[in-house]
């Protein structure tokens, strides 16, 4: 036995931004929000419109094991070995939230798998508007609503909406038939967020994931400075 | 009356067997080998319903390198109460050298009410070494409950430990051993383990045999069979079934 | 004393992935096994006499600075089942991010650099204990509970069961804890060729099947 490192080296430090090698880990982010949001279609598009550029991988922390994993891995987004489902136990905001271990051993495996990695989105499971992300474990995290749960979500506030880094309202094109009030939404969520981004998403359109998009792009601008 | 007695045999290449000796209840004979997996077979044939409370057994086998033995056995083992209070061992200890091979298939130990075995089994095989061993407890005789039985099974490989499992049930038992983690209510348990060198490079893959049986690879160049059965016929018929699998 | 240590350690809410495992839970609710406040005491019952003893000695063992190397083999041969196997490296993984985390020391560093796919996770929570001034006894308590407490929260969430029947269930058990407990140090005490090897037929046929799912709630 050896020690590779000091006890209070890089890789027993979740959040460090370093690998034990010394490079530059991936940037983290956190995709959270309500089940039928459009978490596991907003990561799909991301990774459509990114992957050319971008050295990509995906966790995926599903309510029962593998399911968005599965819908990632039917629609082609990534090469199966950048997909890793973590199981979370019937508890998704667990495992993102109070005990990361299995995610970054996720993240970790994936970046030892297939790295350099450049980005890691780590999807949670549908779950409620209380869930966020560790620190610990993610550097940013967006927050997925769509307009269909209810166009008072951002007034009703909650850790999700008012902390999360990035704000996608989603599915846009179905605010006529479900009677939704995108301006009110945009009103409500400024006043819960302050300065704190907002966007508009309908994943139909074309390019429709362009807004997130380029809010990660310039997320790893500033991580790459 | 309690009683204390060792069995031996000794296997060397060729179908010889320099050692094969009987004592107590433990009846051994040299019979036909039956099919190509031999050069050997013993079977043993219980002269009495050897244990008894108190009875101390042991039989050993020691397969020399390049030998080929097969153990079987006339009829089941009853473990029954004896006049002492004290539980009955049973010991059994075998060696398998190199580029040897032991299938050790004995008949079911059926634990009687009433009776308290401790049976060990201690298996050290050279790294060469392949093997075949089944064994099959069944809890108390037909319609009865069962005794106090521990089986611990004990096997190294070029000496380290491939595997150890100890297994208590009965109501001298530790409370527990009826329930959803342990045995759920059956009555016939079994192991079927092989070990082959062989699977070094092509290690299996875990296997379920039906509702309560399940094969699984070791951590070594082996697999083991576990099953639970209602009783020792539908046990055999999952154990048979796997070995044809897996020696066929 | 160090009992607030110990606390730390036992936590259920100590980060170290236990909360996606159900101690075969799982499987068993599904077999019809757990039904109810009583099949859920005989699986814990079942559970902390046979894989919960075994797992306590190993830990204990690790606690007293006996070679993780020797206990790992040591955990391989009292583990048939690969379903099982894979989840103990799992989460000994887990553990061991966790623990050097929260009690750094260089035991623990060695430990990680020796095991990069993870050791079995007693073994490591008997370096963890070690690193937080445990003793064997400590760290032997620590596993029964867990042995216990996992399929009890699992049956929470899987049966809808009464959190408060289950923690009755739990709290019936204690004295049999503490009695395994004790064994399981006394044990570990004699070195590692006197290590219980205590196991559960059905614990290892059900991980499988379980293994085997297309769709599940838990890890384990």
């Known amino acids: ?225 | ?248 | 004393m160090r009992r607030s240590a110990l606390l730390v350690l036992a936590d259920g809410r100590f980060p170290a992935g236990g909360h996606a495992h159900s101690g075969g839970a799982e499987a068993a609710v599904k077999a019809g096994r757990i039904t109810d406040a009583a099949g859920l005491a005989a699986f814990c019952r079942g559970r902390l006499h046979t894989t919960g003893l075994t797992s306590a000695a190993l830990a204990a063992a690790a606690a007293l600075g006996h070679d993780p190397y020797e206990l790992d083999r040591a955990a391989d041969a009292r583990t048939p089942s690969l379903a099982l196997r894979s989840a103990a490296r799992k989460l000994g993984r887990q553990m061991t991010r966790a623990a050097r985390a929260t009690w750094p020391c260089a035991e623990l560093d060695a430990l990680a650099a020796a095991f990069p796919r993870g050791t079995h996770q007693p073994v490591v929570l008997g370096l963890a204990a070690r690193a937080a001034g445990l003793g064997p006894e400590d760290a032997a308590h620590c596993v029964v509970y867990e042995t216990v407490s996992g399929p009890a929260s699992a049956a929470v969430r899987l049966l809808s069961l009464d959190p408060f029947q289950a923690t009755a269930v739990l709290a019936r058990l204690a004295p049999e804890m503490d009695q395994v407990a004790e064994r399981a140090a006394a044990a570990a005490r004699q070195g590692i060729d006197h290590l219980p090897a205590a196991s559960a037929p059905l614990l290892d046929i059900a991980a499988e099947q379980h293994a085997a799912w297309p769709v599940r709630l838990f890890a384990s």
């Open chain 1, 1 to 225: 036995m050896h020690l590779d490192h000091s006890h209070d080296g890089p890789s027993a430090v979740s959040a460090d931004a370093h690998r034990p090698d010394g490079t530059r880990r991936a940037l983290r982010v956190g995709l959270g929000g309500p089940v039928g949001s459009g978490k596991t279609a907003t990561v799909a598009a991301l990774c459509r419109a990114l992957r050319d550029r971008l050295s990509i991988a995906v966790v995926t922390n599903d309510i029962y094991t593998r399911e968005d994993a599965e819908f990632l891995l039917r629609n082609a987004v990534l090469p199966p070995e950048r997909i890793q489902a973590v199981e979370t136990g019937a508890c998704p905001h667990t495992a993102i939230r109070d005990d990361i271990s299995a995610n970054l051993e996720a993240v970790e495996d994936l970046e030892d798998a297939v790295g350099p990695l450049d980005l890691i989105l780590v999807e949670s499971g549908g779950d409620n508007l209380t869930a966020t992300f560790s620190k610990g474990l993610v550097d940013a995290q967006i927050f997925v609503i769509d307009v269909a749960g209810g166009d008072d979500i951002p007034r009703k506030g909650g850790p999700g909406v008012t902390t999360a880094d990035l704000l996608v309202v989603n599915k846009t094109d179905l605010a006529p038939y479900v009677g939704s009030d995108l301006e009110r939404m945009a009103r409500d969520a400024k006043e819960q967020r302050g300065e704190l981004p907002v966007v508009f998403t309908s994943l139909t359109g074309q390019d429709g994931v362009a807004p997130v998009a380029d809010w990660i792009r310039a997320r790893l601008a500033d991580w790459a400075a």
């Open chain 2, 1 to 248: 009356m309690s009683l204390t007695a060792t069995a031996r045999i000794t296997a060397a290449p060729g179908g010889s067997l320099p050692v094969l000796e009987s004592d107590g209840p433990l009846a051994l004979r040299r019979t036909r080998t039956t099919g190509p997996d031999a050069d050997a077979r013993v079977t043993v044939v219980g002269a009495m319903s050897a244990p008894l409370g108190g009875d101390r057994l042991a039989l050993e086998a020691d397969v020399r390198d390049g030998a080929r033995l097969l153990v079987d056995a006339a009829a089941a083992t009853v473990a029954l109460p004896g006049r002492t209070p004290a539980p009955a061992h049973y010991d059994v200890r075998l060696t398998v050298g190199e580029d040897a091979e032991l299938r050790w298939l004995p008949e079911q130990l059926i634990s009687a009410y009433g009776s308290e075995l401790c049976m060990r089994t201690t298996v050290q095989l050279a790294a060469t070494a392949r093997l075949v061993l089944r064994e099959e407890q069944i809890l108390g005789r037909h319609g009865e409950e069962p005794g106090t039985l521990t089986t611990r099974l004990t096997v190294h490989r070029a000496g380290a430990p491939l595997l150890d499992q100890e297994l208590r049930y009965g109501p001298g038992a530790s409370v527990g051993w009826d329930g959803g983690a342990v045995l759920g209510g059956h009555r016939a348990v079994g192991q079927l383990l092989l070990v082959d060198p062989d699977m070094a490079d092509k290690p299996a893959e875990p296997r379920l045999l039906g509702e309560t049986a399940v094969l699984t690879p070791l951590a070594g160049p082996a697999v083991l069979v576990t099953a639970l059965a209602a009783d020792a016929r539908l046990l055999r018929r999952v154990l048979d079934r796997a070995l044809d699998d897996l020696t066929g």
